[in-house]
């Protein structure tokens, strides 16, 4: 057994075009670490939710050159096997650790196999790598981000031709033609014969930013920026320069790119503590408005000062705000959101006589809804220029909630009284998140089998009037890997995660009000009844 591990460890060595990983690898088999080669080739990294994601490092379960050129090469068979031979494809990349290797290494792999490579002239953000997709007609777009993961991992993002991220079938397809490929041998990558795009593209996707906020809106209101260490800054700066907003202040020890994230534990502006400098940057200038991305800028966070105190909002908010402007706004078409984001979408949409669709989790599904106008999720992701970039994108949502707030400044109002307002129309619709992140993955599979097999009948004393087990799919979503209750003014979606070792369980509460004296009492029993869901939930599922 051993025999064979280390016989496939040095297989793997001999074909590793990375000297740092040869490198890690060849004491890891000197060694005779056995515990650690068993982990580092216990399979493959699987080509899953958006591509690929992991730690990086030597070996099949980690993310390398090798990996790379591997997933590089399944893809382009795919792209050639639909005929899409002599097609572009456009490779885009943040700051992490690797990421410019990884993206060169994609676009010798595209060159290798027939198709035309051009790669983003920097590091840049993810919604510009997806609007390129579009904009150069490209039949596939990569993109080479972690995204908000820790610093130690990266991943590997793709697009086809629509602009918006591989969904089933073509994500087993292309790990088919991966499993395929027998030896790196087998790969060509040349030298050079790849093209390295000028800013045209990054000024085409400026230019179509100004087409988000309304002509002759009101853009006073002042903010404080993060970029969270990542790549969003020179474009989001550029963004709000075009628009006409006041300068961003930047909080500056998280301004530019940094790999290793030095000042947060997770670069995720949900995380505990992340937006604590931007906080210390707010109570020192005092704007209207704190905006963050995250560190690839596809997602984007803002927070505002509540009472003395600066308070994230959560996405679901900032969701129902950015909609609640839109229709204000009198746009048409679809509003759209995935099933673990707050049901007060739906009820923004069906007052304004606007069509509603409902997706499962990820952009991916979302962003090819047919007519899309404005799609949501609550992991801080907006899609507010479906034209431009049929995917979220935290450059564009932070203009759109600058207006927003611009708009509520000058009526002498905030995000809050918004806020306020929505919850007398619609019901106080109060979302929270039980989130367990874990070390062994069969935690979150004894969990889901748990759930399944003894399906809880009440939650914080409300009867579960509907289970659904989302394996089967339901009449208007394809099956996935989830459980979704409906309870008596209450909801409940438990999943695994997609990019991260987590299971993930979406809480919502809705309470009626009938006026704004209403809303304290309504937050007290909506907060009372989540944090009960929260503990027969984790009882239920054992976690």
């Not at 088999?29 to 515990?35: K, N, S």
């Not at 609640?324 to 099933?339: D, K, M």
């Not at 006589?353 to 499962?360: A, H, K, W």
């Not at 007290?524 to 984790?538: G, H, V, W």
Request: aromatic share 4%; net charge negative.
């Amino acid at each position: 057994m051993h025999d064979d591990l280390i016989a496939r460890a040095r297989t793997w060595l001999a074909e590793d075009p990375d000297p740092e990983t040869r490198d890690e690898l060849a004491k890891l088999i000197d060694a005779g670490d056995v515990a650690e080669l068993s982990v580092r080739f216990a399979g493959t990294l699987q080509f899953g939710t958006a591509g690929l994601r992991g730690e990086l490092g030597a070996g099949p379960m980690r993310m390398n050159r090798t990996v790379v050129i591997r997933a590089a090469a399944g893809l382009a068979a795919h792209l050639k096997r639909h005929g899409h031979t002599g097609g572009t494809v456009v490779v885009g990349y943040d700051a992490r650790h690797k990421s410019a290797d990884f993206a060169r290494d994609t676009a010798a792999v595209m060159t290798g196999a027939g198709l035309r490579a051009v790669v983003l002239p920097r590091p840049l953000p993810t919604p510009v790598l997806a609007f390129a997709v579009r904009h150069l007609g490209a039949v596939a777009g990569v993109e080479v981000t972690a995204s908000h993961n820790p610093p130690r991992d990266n991943g590997y993002k793709v697009y086809l031709g629509d602009g918006s991220q591989i969904v089933p079938p073509a994500d087993a397809e292309i790990a088919a033609e991966i499993d395929a490929i027998t030896t790196l041998h087998d790969v060509p990558r040349p030298d050079a014969g790849w093209e390295t795009l000028d800013d045209a593209v990054l000024e085409a996707y400026l230019a179509r930013t100004d087409a988000v906020l309304a002509p002759g809106s009101p853009r006073t209101a002042r903010t404080v920026y993060t970029a969270m260490h990542g790549v969003g800054k020179d474009t989001l700066l550029a963004a709000f320069a075009r628009a006409g907003f006041p300068a961003p202040v930047l909080v500056a020890e998280q301004a530019e790119p940094d790999p290793d994230f030095p000042t947060v534990a997770f670069p995720n502006p949900e995380e505990p503590g992340a937006m604590d400098l931007s906080f210390a940057q707010a109570r020192a200038t005092d704007p209207d408005l704190v905006i963050a991305n995250d560190p690839d800028a596809d997602r984007c966070a803002a927070a505002v000062k509540d009472g003395g105190a600066w308070r994230m909002l959560r996405g679901d908010e900032v969701g129902a705000l950015l909609a609640a402007h839109l229709v204000r706004r009198g746009a048409t078409g679809v509003f759209a959101e995935s099933i673990v984001s707050s049901s007060l979408l739906g009820r923004i949409a069906e007052k304004a006589g606007l069509p509603y669709e409902e997706t499962l989790t990820g952009f991916k599904w979302i962003a090819r809804v047919d007519g899309l106008r404005y799609g949501y999720e609550e992991a801080l992701g907006y899609c507010v220029d479906p034209e431009g970039v049929r995917d979220k994108d935290g450059i564009t949502a932070a203009l759109l909630i600058t207006e927003l707030a611009s708009v509520l400044k000058e009526e002498g109002r905030t995000l809050l009284d918004l806020l306020d307002d929505l919850a007398v129309e619609h019901g106080l619709h109060a979302t929270d998140q039980l989130s367990v992140r874990v070390e062994d993955l069969s935690v979150i599979a004894d969990a889901m089998r748990r759930l399944r097999e003894q399906p809880p009948t009440a939650l914080a004393g409300l009867p579960v009037t509907r289970a659904e087990d989302l394996t089967l799919g339901t009449d208007r979503l394809p099956p996935t890997d989830g459980l979704r209750y409906t309870l008596t003014g209450a909801r409940v979606v438990v999943r695994p995660s997609g990019t991260e070792p987590k299971l993930k369980c979406y809480l919502e509460v809705v309470v009626p009000v009938a006026a704004h004296a209403g809303l304290p009492a309504a937050r007290a029993e909506a907060a009372e009844t989540l944090a009960a869901i929260k503990r027969d939930l984790s009882a239920a599922a054992g976690i």
